[in-house]
C-alpha cells in the first residue's frame, strides 16, 4: 500500500499517518497496556469496533509501526508488536498525555490520577524510557514464530 499525503509539509504528512482517532490509541494500548492480540484490543475500555480495528491493525503494519506474527505455540492467533518505527512514537505519548494533564482535568475531570501520572509530572524523559524499557523487555520475552521479525 501506498499512503498518500496531502503535501510535502512534515507536520501535514504525520497527521496524514497518527491523525485517525484509533492510531495512537491502539499504539498507547500496545506500548502502556501491553495489548497484543486482536482479542486484547477488542476487550479494551476503548471499545474499537472489529471492522474498524482490522483496518486500522493493517494500516499500522503496512506504514511500518506494527508487525504482525505468531505465538510458535499457537499460529491461529496472531500477535502485534510495535516495531523500532512505533516505539518511536513513545515521546509523542507522553507529550500527548502530559498536556491532556494539564488542559483537559477541567472538562474531564476523571482522567486518570495516579503514581504513574505523578512519575510522568515529575520527568517526562524517565517516564518515556521507562516504557520503552519495560516493553523492550516484554518483547524480548515474547515467544514469536520466527518468520523473518525484527522490532525494525
Request: net charge positive; charged share 30%; with cysteine.
Amino acid at each position: 500500500m501506498r499512503q498518500d499525503f496531502r503535501c510535502n509539509c512534515p507536520f501535514t504528512s504525520a497527521l496524514d499517518v497518527l491523525g485517525d482517532k484509533w492510531i495512537l490509541v491502539i499504539v498507547k494500548q500496545m506500548l502502556i497496556e501491553g495489548k497484543e492480540t486482536f482479542k486484547d484490543f477488542t476487550e479494551s475500555e476503548e471499545s474499537i469496533a472489529t471492522n474498524i480495528l482490522s483496518a486500522k491493525l493493517k494500516f499500522l503494519e503496512e506504514v511500518g509501526l506494527i508487525k504482525k506474527t505468531q505465538r510458535p505455540d499457537n499460529k491461529k492467533t496472531n500477535l502485534y508488536l510495535l516495531t523500532e518505527k512505533g516505539l518511536s512514537l513513545t515521546p509523542i505519548l507522553v507529550e500527548l498525555a502530559t498536556w491532556s494533564d494539564k488542559n483537559l482535568r477541567d472538562i474531564h475531570p476523571t482522567i486518570v490520577n495516579g503514581e504513574a501520572m505523578e512519575f510522568l509530572r515529575n520527568d517526562k524523559t524517565a517516564f518515556a524510557n521507562e516504557i520503552e524499557k519495560r516493553y523492550r523487555e516484554k518483547l524480548a520475552t515474547t515467544p514469536i514464530r520466527k518468520q523473518g521479525f525484527r522490532a525494525s
